[in-house]
């Protein structure tokens, strides 16, 4: 992608930041060093940048392997007209940092919510009496600890070497397999490749087997779904949204076919985007 888009001149890229954190890593892959990267403070902020003209892209993360979906991207969909480009597996490790390096220094640790959790198994065992402060970005944590000598961040590599921080201990993550998918924004649809998804948002009424009928054209179809998730629709109660992903791209036959049998069975539904699986 990097390569194709670079000859329609610097990409606009927003993210969520500020710099170093995993979602500007995973820009990087997907983009390259050519791409104008702009930080977000917030999931809210990137789809604004990008609605408004201000950004190409906009890259969000969606789900975690050890804390599942990010609820709030999911929820950006609802009213965001935004489509889905592509998406962006970028491995996540967490290193604990500090000026010092020493662990005997740490009274206590900076991180992000979902990268504290991530290593609460370790924090426990090695750093029981230290308390665990959430802030905004693993970024952030880093940088706090450049005047706080007693202070340690749970962050990337990329984030030590950016703020002059020391690894205390590397990869302290609890699952090895820690893995981030993010998903990249656009105006504009993706190109199909011959190795695509899907993604679908729809509703449907509250009945026994309702979903069960709603997702059997795929079936039918010979389409492999890869992921469901659902959301309160924040419009009624006990009314929910289903995220669905299926292979293939919307301009297939057998997958246009599909989606518009499960259409008509819905109560509303949005196409999220057709875009490349990551490889």
Known sequence: MSASLSLE???????????????????????????????????KEVFNEVERGRANFGVVPIENTTEGVVNHTLDM???????????????????LLSKSGLLEDVKKVYSHPHA?????????????????VEVASTARAAELCIDEPSSAAIASELAGQLYGLKVIKPRIEDNVNNVTR???????????????????????????????????????HGISMTKIESRPSQRKAWEY?????????????RVSRAVEEVKGRCLFM?????????S
């Not at 500020?18 to 104008?36: D, I, L, N, V, Y």
């Not at 998903?183 to 009424?205: F, H, Y």
């Open 9 to 43: 001149g610097p990409q606009k890229v927003a993210y969520l930041g500020p710099r170093a954190t995993f979602t500007h890593m995973a820009c990087m892959q997907k983009f390259g060093s050519s791409a104008h990267y702009v930080p977000a403070h917030s999931i």
């Open 77 to 95: 969909f609802i009213d965001s007209n935004l489509l889905i480009y592509g998406e962006v597996i970028q491995e996540v490790s967490h290193h």
């Open 116 to 132: 504290i959790a991530q290593c609460r198994n370790w924090l426990e065992t090695n750093l029981p009496h230290v308390p665990a």
């Open 182 to 220: 993010f998903l990249v924004l656009s105006q504009k649809p993706s190109e199909r490749t011959g190795k695509d998804k899907t993604s679908l948002m729809l509703s449907i009424k509250d009945k026994v087997g309702a979903l069960y009928e709603l997702l059997r054209p795929f079936a039918s």
């Open 241 to 253: 949204i289903f995220f669905v992903d299926v292979e293939g791209h919307i301009t297939e036959e």
């Open 270 to 278: 949005k196409i999220l985007g057709s875009y490349p699986i990551h």
